[in-house]
Structures are given as structure tokens and as C-alpha cells.
């Protein structure tokens, strides 16, 4: 097979394509040629393309090979077929056996009995699906890397002639509505605390693409690596700019920003792309295309917010291919700004005049995002809320509310000044926060908490400074993997990891390994689509059917360690023989180094965490094996409820501040006591003062959290009297309640709890 097709095959076909989309026609008779040529140039019996209608349905809109009849005929809704499929995964597909996959539905009108084999791939345009390319033959074949690349992009011309409205009209395609000038509110989520009032400026940096197939490959290269190098001046001048000479966390952010601008696999796979054909334009968004859909599939928010870097970074590429180094007009922008954006990056924040810039209203994001740190960073409250593009008109006057998640677009006069006094309120809650920052974490009654924090990237260690924690209580490896094109060795972990202890000094680091799989698959790993990726194949059972993944992980920590202290997590572990396992080749990594002679680390501390319920029934068989267990309260409020956390209609069902919740802790609590094993937690809970408070009546002395939260918490536990509230919490464990939220806070509000 791999004669058959190959980058020659490939740049003919596109070049044949470019003739098509220059040449006239209507947008149907373009995409007939279109469909044709794919045909005959990779010989294939079949090529179809199914067109996104109203409704999430997919029509069939040209074939070559199937029965013309069923053109305009043949309809599937997202989901329904292979084709279905494809588009409610936003990935290729390639089966050499298309009826056995479990998606397969056959449409007698398409006359497609005969036809074995598959490939197929997401029309993209942005981050929504617009179609799906499908080629199909009779015999059972593979395809090769090459064809699918190839569909992928004729793919994004395709979906550049939805775009135009040449196959469907703009009422479909158009997702914004009448705007509506009354008064307003958005309830969505809160990034970034603070108040703030002003005008709304609309933050959009994508360019239209207006030539997609290139017709000298090597001029493109040449003005595409001018564009890079005119990019990297610009980063480097926000790096050197007078304005951030203070602000060290926005330099550091940027810092690692610069290094993504270089990583070399996003930067081949651009080049790859112009090789073939394509125009720098239309090559960097292909693989922005690809990278926004293997996105889409991830739950963790920490990682999709690592990875929207990238996306940040393909606008600003695009800006400067087009000849423009900002998105952002100084002359336009309101002297009280509000910018409103599906999302944004680090760099493009800083485009904007900060004198004038009052909060950020984002679509997409997290508290974790790098936009949403440097916005801390400038004291800029952020709020995600879904459909504010909609919503929003350019200077319509809006007030955010980065404490609540509440936006009020032209908001009326009483809600202006309700404004104004709680304006007022936030600057006293700042000074509280301040004051206490060098405090001891010490509760009313004299119980000493440990405050830790949850990180997976350089750039989030000078939180630990700033914030006054104590250590970190969970680093997360696997985001450098997640951003590369392929599997890091030894040498390049082993110097992440060293710079990672260094810059954590005297403090703790409990380095996670690996937590990969499920809906977190690595672009060059292939695990195959799972039906509940996360009960699938992930973490630590990745590491134990691929030892020499788990082992060159821990070789890379061993030596970063360098004689130094070491604390190593093993995630994921659902019983004991597991964890002996990972142990096994964490040993066998040692008895490696110490026959090379290399410094062992100075003490070696080796836990796991407890997500998956099984374990708690092999608490007596576990404890004795390890030095610290951390409960990551996320998965296992999930597994304990059967409540997928990532559906909405479940993940606000069952309460973690339960009696059941609770009992399961406060049993580790006791377990861990009797055998003199350090207890933490490092999931959503320990980080609002509520549930932090209850972590500590059941018991918990270690509490690791996003940096945003010590401040709450930290001030929560300095009012805290634990001997009264223990007390209180032994009559709660064994009542029917489904949810002890409120008796808690009423507790809180008689004691003088400060949340």
C-alpha cells in the first residue's frame, strides 16, 4: 500500500484543486469537480461529501460512486452512521472493515453494499463541524497517512465554500441573532475576582483565508518563516516592555509562551502542510484545525487552557502573515473597556492598553487559563459565560462580576450603584487577603493546616512565593507532553523536571506521573475511541501495559532529583497489586541508576492517589506500602455517585459535602492515622472555604488548591475553631440528608466563620 499514495499524489491533486475553486461555477458545481477529482486522483470508488444543515443534520451534498439520486436526499443527524460519527468526534476515521464498526447504518437509497473500506474526515471551519469528506472502496484496504492528510485538507477548502454561502444559505449558517438593546444578565462561571464597569469592545482576531492552495511552495516557506521571526520580535518586545518590569508572573507566562512559538513539532507540521500545497495562511490554520479538534474530546480544563496557548499563537501567526501586528486598535478602544472574546490568549491581552482595560468577558476558558493569570496579575476580574458574542453589542455598557460569575449588560440605574457599594466591599475583602498572606496557616483553636498548590507548569511556580504556600501538593506531568508532536525522552524530562525542583527550593513538589488516556490521548498515541474513556485505559494502566513509557518517566525524576529529596504519585490506582507494579518499576529504575553510579535522591517518597472506590476496601493491604496518599476528590466523588461530572444533568446531582462523601473521607482520615501515613487532598474541594472547612472537621490537615484559592480558604481556616466544629460534624456522618451544605454554613455563620 505505500506506493499508492504519496506527497507527489498529493500536490498534483491539490494543484488540480486550486484550478477548480479559480475557475467559475456555482458553489454545487465547484464541489461536484471537487468530489470527482478526489475520486480519480486517489482511486477510489467513492467519494462523498455530507454538508452540516440546521438541526445538526448532515446531508449528502456530491457524491462520485454512490446513487445520484440520493444526493440532497441522504440526511443523518450527528451521530447516526459513520459518517454521524466522525462529526460528533471531530476526528478522521480510517477502517478497513466499515460495516463491523459499531457505527455503521446502512442507507439502501446510496447504493453503497458493496463498498468495504472507509476514510473519512471532519469538514472544519473554527471549532465547529461543517461537513464531513468521506472516500470509500471495494476492496478491504488501509489507507495511508498521506490520504488522510490529503482529505483533511480539501477538507478546510470545503468548508471555506460553506463559509462563503455557496452551498448553504447565510440564515443556516449564521448563528447570531436580532440583537436585543434591553437590559440583560449572564450567570456563568467566575475566573478572576473583582468588580468592574465599562464599555464593550469585541475581541476578534481571526482573518478570512482568501487563497488556499498555494502555487510556489517555497515562496510560501519563505514568507512563512519571515512572519515567524516578525512574531518573535513582537513576543520579545512584550517581554522587554516597560510596563511588565514589575510584574514578574506576566513575564513568565510569556516566557513560556515564547517557548511554545518555537516548539518545533507545531512548527513542522506547518511547514508539512505549505509542502504539500497549501498557502502559509491556510497551513497554519489546518493545524490549528486539528489541534482545536483533539481539544474538543478533553475534559481536564487545565489542559485545554495549556493548549489554547496555541491557538492564541496561530491568531498572531495570522496577523502578521496578513502584513498586521495587533489585533488591537488603540485609537478605537474606550478609555473604560470591557473586551468580550470566544477565547484569548496571554499575548493578545496585553495588545490592549491596560490603562484603560476594566474586566474580560470570555466564551471558553478556566481559572487556570494563561490569559486568566496575567488578568489577575493586572488586578482584571474575568467571567466565562456561553453565548455573550450573541448578546453583546460593540460599546453596549456591561458590568462584570469576577466574584459571582454575573454579568449585567446595560444594566439599569440601581444595579449601577448596587455596583458601587460592592465595589467598596471587594477592596476591604483585597486588604483582608494582603494582611494575612504571611500568616501562618494556623486555625482559631491553634490546629496548623498545610496549604498546597496544584500545578502543572514552570510557569505556575512563582504562585508558590506569592501565595505563601507551603510546597506542591500536586504536579501534573503530563501537560509538555500533551503540546508536542512526539514523546519526550529521557533528556528533555529529566531537565523539566530538575528546573521544576529548582524553582521550588526548600518546598515539597509530589510529581504525578504520567495521567494520560481516556479522553486525554496523546496525538501520537493511539488508544482507540472508547465508549467511557474515563473508566477506560488511563494513568497508571497505561504506564504497567507500556513499562518503558512509566519506566523512562521515572528515570527522567531520578535523575532530575540529583541527590535531592523526591516524592512520586502514582495516579489511578484501583487495587494493590497495581500500585506494587509501578513500584516494581520505580525499583528497577533505582537498581538502574545505582549501577551506573548515579546519586540516588536524598529521600525517595513514594505514594498514590485514591480516586477509584475498590481501594478503599484494600486500605490495610495498601497503607503499610506507601508514604502519603492524596484523595483526588474529583474522580472520586464521580465513581462513588456514578455521576459523570463532565454531564450537567449529573455532575451537580450528589454533593460532595454528603454523609456518604463525608464518611469515605473521614474513614481515610482514620486508616491513614493508624498506620503514620501523610493524608491530603488535592481536588476541587480543598479549594472553596466551605468544603475546606469540612475537609478539616473530618480531619484533614493538608489541602493543596489552585492559587487563587488560598486566600479564601487561608482567611476561612484563621476563624476557624476546629475542637467545635469536630464536635458538631460527629452527630452529621450517619443522617439521611442528601447534602450538608447548608447546616455547614450555618454553623459557619454562628462560629464567626469568615468564608
Not at 512584550?238 to 518545533?264: C, K, Q
Request: hydrophobic letters at 40%; one cysteine or more.
Amino acid at each position: 500500500m505505500g506506493g499508492i499514495f504519496d506527497g507527489a499524489s498529493s500536490r498534483r491533486l491539490l494543484a488540480s484543486l486550486r484550478d477548480i475553486m479559480a475557475g467559475s461555477g456555482t458553489g454545487q458545481e465547484r464541489l461536484d469537480k471537487i468530489v470527482s477529482l478526489i475520486a480519480a486522483e486517489m482511486k477510489a470508488d467513492v467519494c462523498s461529501c455530507y454538508v452540516m444543515r440546521a438541526g445538526e443534520v448532515l446531508e449528502l451534498f456530491s457524491t462520485e460512486g454512490l446513487n445520484k439520486t440520493a444526493v440532497h436526499n441522504t440526511r443523518l443527524r450527528v451521530g447516526e452512521g459513520i459518517v454521524g460519527y466522525i462529526a460528533s468526534h471531530a476526528r478522521p476515521v480510517a477502517l478497513d472493515n466499515a460495516p463491523s464498526h459499531p457505527s455503521f447504518a446502512y442507507r439502501p437509497e446510496t447504493g453503497e453494499d458493496p463498498f468495504l473500506s472507509l476514510a473519512g474526515v471532519p469538514i472544519l471551519r473554527g471549532s465547529k463541524v461543517r461537513g464531513v469528506l468521506v472516500i470509500q472502496h471495494k476492496d478491504r484496504r488501509g489507507y495511508v497517512e498521506e490520504e488522510v492528510e490529503t482529505l483533511q485538507t480539501i477538507a478546510m477548502v470545503v468548508a471555506e465554500l460553506v463559509a462563503q454561502s455557496e452551498l448553504v444559505s447565510p440564515s443556516e449558517v449564521s448563528t447570531t441573532g436580532d440583537p436585543v438593546l434591553l437590559p440583560a444578565r449572564l450567570s456563568g462561571t467566575a475566573m478572576s475576582a473583582g468588580l468592574a464597569m465599562g464599555l464593550a469592545v469585541i475581541h476578534r482576531p481571526q482573518l478570512t483565508i482568501r487563497q488556499m492552495v498555494a502555487e510556489d511552495a517555497e515562496a510560501e516557506l519563505e514568507r512563512f518563516n519571515a512572519a515567524l521571526i516578525t512574531m518573535h520580535s513582537a513576543i520579545d518586545d512584550l517581554l522587554e516592555a516597560a510596563t511588565l518590569a514589575g510584574l514578574g508572573e506576566p513575564r513568565d507566562i510569556l516566557e513560556t509562551y515564547r517557548m511554545f512559538a518555537e516548539d518545533r513539532g507545531w512548527l513542522s507540521r506547518i511547514r508539512e502542510a505549505i509542502r504539500v500545497g497549501l498557502t502559509a495562511e491556510a497551513a497554519v490554520q489546518q493545524v490549528q484545525n486539528d489541534t482545536r479538534a483533539r481539544m474538543s474530546h478533553l475534559t481536564d480544563p487545565y489542559i485545554r487552557e495549556r493548549l489554547l496557548d496555541l491557538e492564541d499563537l496561530t491568531n498572531r501567526l495570522m496577523q502578521h502573515l496578513a502584513g498586521k501586528t495587533s489585533g488591537a486598535d488603540g485609537a478605537t478602544q474606550p478609555d473604560d473597556m470591557i473586551l468580550v472574546a470566544r477565547s484569548m490568549g496571554p499575548a493578545e491581552l496585553l495588545d490592549y492598553d491596560r490603562s484603560r482595560l476594566r474586566g474580560l468577558l470570555l466564551e471558553e476558558g478556566t481559572p487556570s487559563s494563561h490569559v486568566c493569570i496575567v488578568a489577575r496579575a493586572l488586578n482584571i476580574p474575568v467571567v466565562q459565560a456561553a453565548d455573550a458574542l450573541n448578546r453583546i453589542e460593540p460599546l453596549d455598557q456591561l458590568i462584570i462580576d469576577g466574584d459571582h460569575g454575573q454579568v449585567f449588560i446595560r444594566p439599569a440605574e440601581d444595579i449601577q450603584m448596587a455596583f458601587s457599594e460592592a465595589v467598596a466591599l471587594q477592596h476591604r475583602k483585597e486588604q483582608m487577603y494582603a494582611e494575612i498572606r504571611n500568616q501562618p496557616s494556623v486555625t482559631r483553636d491553634g490546629v496548623p493546616i498545610s496549604i498546597q498548590l496544584n500545578c502543572g507548569l514552570l510557569i505556575d511556580l512563582p504562585h508558590l512565593k506569592a501565595s505563601g504556600a507551603e510546597g506542591i501538593g500536586l504536579y501534573r506531568t503530563e501537560i509538555p507532553f500533551m503540546v508536542r508532536s512526539s514523546y519526550p525522552d529521557v533528556q528533555a524530562q529529566t531537565e523539566l523536571y530538575a528546573r521544576i525542583i529548582d524553582e521550588a527550593g526548600d518546598k515539597p513538589v509530589i510529581f504525578r506521573t504520567l495521567d494520560v488516556g481516556g479522553d486525554k490521548m496523546l496525538p501520537y498515541m493511539s488508544g482507540g475511541a472508547e465508549e467511557n474513556p474515563a473508566l477506560g485505559w488511563r494513568a497508571v494502566r497505561i504506564g504497567l501495559d507500556h513499562p518503558s513509557l512509566l519506566r523512562q518517566q521515572l528515570r527522567a525524576l531520578l535523575l532530575a532529583a540529583a541527590g535531592r529529596p523526591l516524592s512520586v504519585m502514582f495516579p489511578m490506582i484501583a487495587e494493590v497489586a497495581e500500585f506494587d507494579g509501578a513500584r516494581r518499576l520505580l525499583d528497577l529504575e533505582l537498581k538502574r541508576l545505582a549501577a551506573q553510579g548515579v546519586e540516588a535522591p536524598s529521600r525517595l517518597r513514594v505514594g498514590t492517589m485514591i480516586e477509584v472506590p475498590s481501594l478503599l476496601w484494600q486500605l490495610p493491604a495498601l497503607l503499610p506500602k506507601l508514604d502519603f496518599l492524596s484523595v483526588g476528590s474529583n474522580d472520586l466523588t464521580q465513581y462513588l455517585f456514578a455521576a459523570d461530572r463532565g454531564n450537567p444533568r449529573t455532575s451537580t446531582r450528589y454533593d460532595s459535602l454528603s454523609p456518604p462523601m463525608l464518611c469515605v473521607l473521614r474513614r481515610l482520615v482514620d486508616e491513614c492515622a493508624k498506620h503514620r501515613v501523610s493524608l491530603s487532598l488535592c481536588g476541587e474541594m480543598a479549594g472553596r472555604p466551605l468544603d475546606a472547612m469540612a475537609l478539616i472537621g473530618v480531619g484533614f490537615r493538608t489541602l493543596s488548591m489552585s492559587p487563587p484559592s488560598v486566600g479564601p480558604v487561608k482567611t476561612m481556616l484563621r476563624s476557624l475553631d476546629v475542637a467545635a466544629l469536630r464536635g458538631y460534624m460527629s452527630g452529621l456522618y450517619l443522617g439521611g440528608d442528601h447534602s450538608l451544605r447548608d447546616k455547614l454554613k450555618s454553623f459557619g455563620k454562628d462560629h464567626g466563620v469568615i468564608f
